[in-house]
């Protein structure tokens, strides 16, 4: 099973983008999806998750009311609708497979056990 994440781009502060995250491979779908990302010089940070049925779903603080995650089983496919971007959400962002399929969603990459390549998304002011 390989995550592969797109739709990262630069844009303007207020702008939005929708990066996307491919699951290919494997035959279940049975884990959660989760959003990461990283600037340069900090730790990686969570920024969403969404359960197997995507009937749970969490953010941190900082994008909650801007970012909006779901999931499309069928396609095996994941996103993250990201409004009214900032400044400080230009990072490289990942997407993420929890085996665990909640209700509980894990923030801590160590749970998450399968990684995707990031994608880059800068904010310009």
């Known amino acids: 099973v390989q995550l592969q994440a797109s739709g990262g781009g630069s844009v303007q502060t207020g702008g939005s983008l929708r990066l996307s995250c491919a699951v290919t491979?494997?035959?279940?779908?049975?884990?959660?999806l989760g959003w990461f990302r990283q600037a340069p010089g900090k730790e990686r940070e969570f920024v969403s998750a969404?359960?197997?049925?995507?009937?749970?779903?969490l953010y941190r603080d900082s994008v909650k009311g801007r970012f909006t995650i779901s999931r499309d089983n069928g396609d095996k496919m994941a996103y993250l609708q990201m409004n009214s971007l900032k400044p400080e959400d230009t990072a490289l962002y990942f997407c993420?497979?929890?085996?665990?399929?909640?209700?509980?969603?894990?923030?801590?990459?160590?749970?998450?056990?399968?990684w995707g390549h990031g994608t880059q998304v800068t904010v310009s002011s």
């Open positions: 993420a497979a929890d085996p665990n399929m909640g209700p509980v969603l894990r923030t801590t990459p160590q749970f998450y056990t399968l």
């Open positions: 969404i359960t197997w049925s995507g009937n749970n779903k």
């Open positions: 491979g494997g035959t279940s779908s049975r884990y959660s």
